[in-house]
């Protein structure tokens, strides 16, 4: 069954390195059209193996992929003409400058806009004339965006557009990605933060160990947490989990990863004025003193830690 | 071929181009440093008199006569275009030899006439022979030998027949040989190991554009290679050009095809720069030794004659030669290029058959 609404359709995908390493595990992916979809993962989960199967650049060793409604195998050359990619970590020719290098790349596609207008999308006009060995981490990933866009793709993949980069770069950067969005296309983006994942993507699947363990908006996959905020307590002597579950708003308790066996607590909790109060009252109840108190709003590295018990970045 | 394939092979041919010019020791390994070799090797083997040769006159030896040294010295002297003699030590005259820096040791005779003059050499050494013939003859001839038979010399220095009129054609090819395979080979492996070529194959850009346009920059480069070191030979050492110039300029454009089919072959499958340069070397230095860029190939042996005469550069070279020294015609060089020719197609084929896109 062909979904004509669907950007790509991607079902039991299998890829096996060397005959033993299981990069890619059964994974199933579907991804509307005009939607931002985020694949988010450690590194080593696998994100960039089924990205570049999906942009038929790696040849999977099972399954079945469609992109566009096509397969690679039988439409390459009318696909190349409708997507768009950046790999991870592009390198480009030293000594071409960006106006040089977009203008290389914009020949290679029938239609596409014009290198000015390339230019002005990723704010990259007042360094047309740098080569780009000169250019900084974010003005080098824009270039790479520019690149994708040489050929005004339907379908735009980006692995790690941000990794890298600092604060202002990644927030430029996501402005353009957002734009893009915004206009309509289909947009597939790997990362390994969390922020980026929640800001930019309609629908987000976690990887891990080449298999998609969880799907949905990230409001949904942090609903699953059961609270909006976290709290996670170290204290100087062993806790009750099973007690700390009944204090007043908190919805889940588990383990903390990195503190004392017993000791450290992860606790998703609504209404952080209500269960606060509650949770140290409890502690002070137990003769329990905390030596550590933080509170977040629960964000998809939660959600990672929660289905994994790992950390996402480690 | 349509518009956008034309627009397409422009910008790809300009990529090569710039990057290429826009990269200082490209530029000097291509152009400067073949010009340097042959000024260097031009100067080394300029024309002058030929040297005289070197002699040491031992002047310590106890059972000689008192002032037989400086009498043989004198006499050798007196011809300065002949021999150059320094009067030494036993043991200093034995190193001196050694060291090369003298091709034959004379001792004088015993006083008493028991051991005649003497000459210490190593025959082995083409100089020494030559050095001890003169040194023999100057000696003989002080002494009263008269030349059985009236002779005349008659010396030529025709230009064509010098070291540096060999050696131009030989380094024409040598660096059509190695600007192909680096220009070519390198720079792709290169493109690869750095994932631009990924890069380029997740657009639909035509792969055939893209190597076509590495060919098409090297015979770009040819125009520019070829005048530079022909007008250099012509203008610096009167190297002549005795064949249809037309001729020349199409074996050089079947060479520099030839080595960049081959700057394909070696790239077609290596990943990283190492192994992409160790194919380079593997292929140039035997032909660089082999083919007769600095001294001729048929000076090797007759069982490895067949291989070396197969070897696309001593084609290429020998075929230069003989058009530019000897001013043979496109008949006359049917066999080199018929070779040229078989290469070119065998690594193409094999190239295109071979090549990597992905990974």
């Known amino acids: 069954m062909i979904d004509g609404n669907l950007a790509i359709d991607c079902r039991g995908l299998v890829k096996v390195y060397d005959g033993k390493v299981r990069a890619v595990d059964g994974l199933d992916l579907q991804v509307r059209r005009g939607e931002c979809f985020g694949l988010l993962g450690p590194n080593g989960a696998g994100k960039t193996t089924t990205v570049e199967i999906l942009e038929g650049l790696n040849q999977p060793t099972d399954g079945d992929v469609r992109v566009l409604g096509r397969r690679w195998r039988d439409d390459e050359r009318a696909l190349r003409e409708r997507i768009g990619l950046s790999l991870q970590e592009t390198l480009f020719i030293d000594r071409l400058t960006v106006e040089e290098t977009l203008r290389l790349f914009r020949s290679f596609y029938t239609h596409g806009p014009s290198v000015d207008e390339l230019l002005a999308k990723v704010s990259l006009e007042e360094k047309r004339r740098a080569l780009t060995m000169k250019l900084s981490g974010g003005q080098k990933q824009r270039l790479a965006v520019g690149c994708a866009l040489a050929g005004d793709p339907e379908l735009l993949f980006l692995d790690e557009p941000t990794t890298g980069l600092d604060p202002q770069s990644r927030r430029q950067l996501w402005e353009v990605i957002a734009q893009l969005v915004r206009a309509g296309r289909t947009v597939v983006l790997t990362t390994h933060y969390m922020d980026e994942a929640e800001r930019l993507c309609d629908r987000v699947a976690v990887v891990d160990r080449g298999k998609v363990i969880a799907l949905g908006t990230p409001k949904e996959l942090i609903a699953t947490l059961g609270g909006s905020e976290v709290v996670e307590v170290v204290a100087d002597g062993a806790l009750d989990e099973g007690a700390l579950g009944h204090v007043d708003g908190v919805r889940g308790v588990r383990p903390l990863p990195d503190a004392p066996p017993g000791q450290g607590v992860t606790l998703n909790v609504d209404g952080l004025e209500v269960a606060l109060p509650a949770i140290l009252d409890a502690l002070r109840g137990w003769g329990r003193r905390p030596t550590v108190l933080r509170t977040h709003r629960a964000t998809l590295e939660d959600v990672f830690v929660h289905l994994t018990g790992r950390q996402l970045r480690d | ?359």
């Open chain 2, 1 to 359: 071929m349509t518009n956008a394939s034309l627009a397409q092979l422009r910008e790809l041919t300009l990529m090569r181009l710039r990057t290429f010019f826009r990269e200082p020791s490209a530029v000097f390994w291509t152009y400067g440093f073949p010009l340097l070799l042959t000024v260097a090797l031009g100067v080394a083997f300029r024309e002058r008199p030929p040297d005289p040769v070197e002699v040491a006159v031992v002047d310590d030896d106890a059972q000689a006569a008192p002032g037989a040294a400086a009498a043989l010295a004198r006499a050798l002297a007196a011809t300065p275009s002949e021999a150059h003699a320094t009067t030494l030590p036993r043991a200093a005259a034995e190193r001196a030899l050694f060291a090369g820096k003298v091709s034959v040791v004379v001792v004088p005779p015993s006083a008493s006439g028991d051991r005649p003059r003497t000459y210490l050499y190593d025959p082995q050494r083409p100089d020494a022979r030559l050095a001890e013939r003169i040194a023999d003859d100057l000696l003989q001839a002080a002494d009263g030998r008269r030349d059985a038979a009236p002779t005349r010399h008659e010396t030529t220095r025709a230009p064509g027949a010098r070291y540096v009129d060999f050696l131009l054609p030989g380094l024409i090819g040598f660096n059509l040989m190695s600007s192909g395979l680096w220009g070519v080979g390198y720079v792709l492996v290169e493109l690869r190991y750095r994932r631009q070529m990924k890069r380029f194959v997740a657009t639909p850009m035509r792969r055939g554009l893209f190597l076509l346009s590495f060919v098409l920059m090297r015979l770009v480069f040819l125009l520019i290679e070829l005048p530079t070191l022909l007008l250099f030979g012509a203008l610096a050492f009167g190297v002549p050009m005795r064949g249809s110039l037309p001729l020349l300029v199409g074996i050089a454009t079947l060479g520099s095809l030839v080595f960049a089919g081959m700057g394909l072959l070696v790239a077609s499958r290596a990943r990283n720069l190492a192994t992409v340069g160790g194919l380079i070397n593997l292929a140039t230095l035997p032909m660089t030794i082999a083919s007769g860029v600095f001294f001729a190939a048929s000076r090797f042996p007759e069982a490895v004659q067949p291989l070396i005469q197969a070897l696309p550069l001593t084609a290429l070279i020998d075929a230069m030669r003989a058009n530019m020294l000897e001013g043979a015609g496109l008949a006359d060089l049917a066999r080199p290029l018929a070779i040229l020719g078989a290469w070119g197609l065998v690594c193409f084929g094999a190239a295109l058959r071979l090549f990597r896109w992905h990974g």
